[in-house]
């Protein structure tokens, strides 16, 4: 075997496979907490949990994301590649959490339904529906990359593209922390930054598209 490799049809379907796999482990522990936490079912204002309890969470969500890049490292490929197929699992991954979660516990029931989308640093807040709209440009964009990996190099992907990304993504995570301190507080979390969250994903994608329709 050569020291890098090309992606494939079948790997990319093993990398998908194993997204939706991962989905399927995080929704399961997120069920046996819901029927320990929440018997009636998840809301807001969050119950306080024991702090080792949350600790074990925290390692829990910092271990996935080692699993998903640590899959994406048996590409034999530089790290550029090896970073399209990391998002691109994310991507599955996040996604799929939310489809088995409506299968196992008939949630989300409504489309801006808010949940708790992250905890490290700090809990990450907001409708389900944000974080699924992100993962579908994920998996798009790396699907997009893919099918002509020499878009991804200095000459398309500049350094201010790049640019752009890091700022689009710094806004949609700064939407994710809108409404981190009233929920810590012990309080419903309300007005969630739609217009935030569109400009600064409107913008990432945008200028992807643009940049990858260049020659």
Known sequence: MTRRET??????INYAVFGIAMAYFEASVVVYLRLLYYPEGFSFPLKIIPMNVAVVELGRELSTLVMLWFAARLLRARFRERFIVFI?????WDLFYYFWLKVLLNWPSAWLE???LFLIPAPWVGPWLAPALVSVGFIAATILLWLKPHKFDGKVFTKKVWAVE???AIL???SFFWQTSPVVKGEIPTNYPWWLFGIAYLTGLGTFLWAYSKE
């Open 7 to 12: 992606l494939t049809w079948k790997q990319l």
């Open 88 to 92: 691109f699992i994310f991507g599955v």
């Open 114 to 116: 808010w949940d708790i």
């Open 166 to 168: 890091i700022l689009a």
């Open 172 to 174: 949609i995570l700064v």
